[in-house]
């Protein structure tokens, strides 16, 4: 079932993404002989070139996951003849309806693939950038508008999205599925598509100029949350070389998600099952793959508002996920690369519920245990007004930024650096500066990119920022290193010092970004292992 809470945090997808174009991918009509062609292991494709950059739309790298395919592991798609027109964006994958988060067309038929280049040459060699984008694991697509990757690419990268399969159709488990599984396990296929998309890059991306063995991994929420799981994941060793996390984190330290295991998100299957009239059907799963995708939501999400916590996720398994992210990371056991991974001032804007002084009060001792107290303390309210601002602080500190200070605390167990960020620009515009420096406004300086209710090109100060964070983005992707001429250094964060760099119109340094409430954060996490 759907959260209160990721309703809410839907609605900022809807606001960096009102305007979206879909269509139908790749198509062999209309291939324009001037256009440059590319070859990929499975056919050719042709592209346009759009102010000096290669821009190819809705490229498939896996077969439909359609019939038996449905709630499986992604296979090779079907190769081709023909040169197919790489010129409009594939079908988002099927998600809930919502007036406030519109990606137009959905198909179940939607593993596509976009890829912007500068390269004008095979042999060129960039860096590769490949985006995971965000949505709770149950919305959102890489086609979106803010994720068009042409500024970025003119930095010298390549820049690759891709779509993924999400909700009950990317991440339902059964026993019957883990049956019929070689390894024994289901769930996680959205996160064996991002393993399958890197893969396709390993195999295609030369043919656009990039460099296969300098690939990063770049993501914002449920995309930085999938950067750190693909970072511990034996199937994804070897698929890249660097790691940024936006506002992403490990939800095994967050309130009251820490029964993602194969046997409890097997049990939700059996119940979905059930509400979907297949459960004493003689062939569950054959019931099961009958039913329409849109079938499939209208049972997973009935009476969604109703319900708390994230439904449809990553589980650990013990094939994707050997254990907890968190346990592997603190092991050392992640894969050695470095990671730069911050949050932003104000993540809990988005989040937040009103409540009352009573409820909240409830609310912290279910959440906390023991430790209930102590979290009043350091975020008091004395009246219902109070509250939200105070629930807000609590979603920033204790959620989002004390796991980005774990990831780059943790990067010490191993060689590789680890850089920490605090996004803190708040938004000039009067219709979203009520909500501070909120979840997701960085994407729109990383990509240099708009949404009509706030816009980066009306400020100088808002340009310089894009810019900036563009080049440590990239310079973090050609060198494994922010830094770079005429930019303010990013020191490598180590838990002695405790120094992150600051983002906003000044380029600053800080020490100790909330501290008590990430040591908090921290104690209340390792008493609950």
């Not at 839907?10 to 256009?35: E, F, Q, R, Y």
């Not at 592997?328 to 056991?333: S, T």
């Not at 990067?411 to 979840?439: C, I, R, W």
Request: proline share 5%.
């Amino acid at each position: 079932m759907r959260s209160k809470w990721f309703t809410i945090a839907v609605t900022i997808l809807c606001m960096l993404a009102l305007s979206i174009v879909m269509a139908a991918g790749c198509s062999s009509d209309g291939a324009d002989t001037t256009i440059k062609v590319v070859q990929l292991d499975s056919g050719q494709i042709s592209g346009l070139l759009e102010d000096g950059i290669w821009t190819y739309l809705g490229i498939p790298f896996a077969a439909p996951p359609v019939g038996e395919l449905r709630w499986a592991e992604p296979q090779p798609v079907e190769a081709w003849d023909e040169v197919l027109a790489c010129t409009e964006y594939g079908p988002a994958c099927p998600q809930p309806e919502s007036p406030l988060y519109d990606v137009d067309e959905t198909d179940e038929d939607c593993l596509y693939l976009n890829v912007w280049t500068p390269a004008e040459k095979p042999d060129e060699m960039l860096p590769v950038m490949v985006w995971i984008h965000g949505g709770g694991f149950e919305d959102g697509s890489g086609s979106l508008n803010i994720y068009e990757g042409h500024n970025l690419a003119e930095k010298g990268v390549v820049i690759v999205t891709f779509n993924y399969r999400l909700g009950p159709l990317g991440f339902l488990a059964h026993p019957l599925l883990s049956e019929e599984s070689a390894q024994e396990v289901s769930g996680n296929y959205g996160l064996l598509d991002q393993v399958f998309a890197l893969e396709w890059v390993q195999e295609n991306i030369g043919g656009f100029g990039g460099d296969p063995d300098n690939v990063t991994i770049f993501g914002e929420s449920a995309g930085g949350a999938s950067v750190l799981d693909l970072m511990v994941s034996p199937l994804a060793e070897g698929l890249f070389r660097g790691a940024i996390c936006e506002s992403g984190g490990f939800p095994a330290r967050r309130l009251g998600v820490n029964d993602n295991t194969l046997q409890n998100a097997e049990q939700r299957g059996v119940e979905f099952a059930a509400q979907l009239g297949c459960g004493q059907a003689e062939d569950v799963l054959a019931c099961m793959r009958e039913k329409s995708p849109q079938e499939i939501l209208d049972v997973a999400y009935a009476g969604a508002e109703e319900v708390e916590g994230i439904s449809y996720g990553p589980n650990i398994d013990g094939w994707f996920f050997p254990d907890w992210p968190t346990l592997l990371f603190e092991a050392g056991k992640q894969h050695d690369l470095p990671l730069l991974v911050g949050s932003n001032a104000d993540e809990g804007t988005l989040f937040a519920q009103d409540m009352t002084l009573q409820e909240y009060q409830l609310y912290l001792q279910a959440a906390y245990g023991d430790y209930a107290d102590e979290v009043f303390a350091l975020f008091p309210a004395q009246s219902d007004s109070e509250v939200k601002k105070a629930l807000q602080r609590i979603i920033t500190e204790m959620n989002f930024a004390s796991s980005a200070r774990f990831a780059a605390e943790s990067m010490q167990n191993v060689n590789s650096k680890g850089y920490l960020y605090q996004f803190t620009k708040k938004p000039e515009d009067p219709m979203a500066a009520s909500l501070g420096s909120f979840h997701g406004i960085e994407i729109m300086y990383v990509f240099g990119t708009n949404h009509d209710l706030y816009r980066i090109d009306e400020s100088e100060a808002d340009l310089a920022l894009s810019q900036t964070l563009m080049d440590y983005w990239t310079n973090f992707a050609k060198m494994g290193d922010p830094n770079g001429e005429g930019l303010t250094e990013w020191p490598v964060y180590n838990s002695e010092t405790d120094i992150n760099i600051v983002l906003d119109d000044e380029i600053t340094t800080n020490t100790g970004l909330y501290k008590e409430a990430c040591d908090l954060a921290d104690e209340i996490y390792r008493a609950s292992q």
